[in-house]
């Protein structure tokens, strides 16, 4: 997270890390076991990577949204979350991990660089920069939640872990 004097940037990255109210990213995957990356948990049409990989997704959608340039928008849900079927292995695993760290920091960026918060995006006097931030940080930490529920359901959180 960067250092700013602006209180609405601070809360901006503290929201994009840990809000003061819920898991980081980092805690919540840390130490998860790759034998349990493709593992459906009980009542749960999904697994902890195609969870990772949606959150992965939708923030890079976005971050593509709140950029210039063009922006092509994506098929919900179908580009949003991995096919059911589909698997990873610990390379796509650490990949997904990865982009969603390197997209977050870009979101960081931009906090710090933008000119102007509440600039519109795309042209829509409802859509300001700030709200597409928000909209991130909020999306993430709802399945970041989701992700450290799942972990207590399944008995992946390594042990001594409170």
Known sequence: MATTTDPLRAQLHAMLDTGNAHMGFDDAVADFPLDAINTTPPNVP??????????????????????????????????????????????????SIQAFRDDRAALDEIIDTAPDLNATVRGRDDYPLVRGIVTAASHNSYHIGEFAILRQIMGTWPPGHE
Do not use: F, K, S
């Open 46 to 95: 999904y697994t902890p990577w195609h969870l990772v990989e949606h959150l992965r997704r939708t923030q890079r959608d976005i971050l593509d949204y709140i950029r210039p340039g063009d922006y092509e928008e994506m098929t919900w849900p179908d580009e949003y979350w991995p096919a059911r079927d589909e698997t990873a292995d610990e390379a796509a695993w650490n990949a």
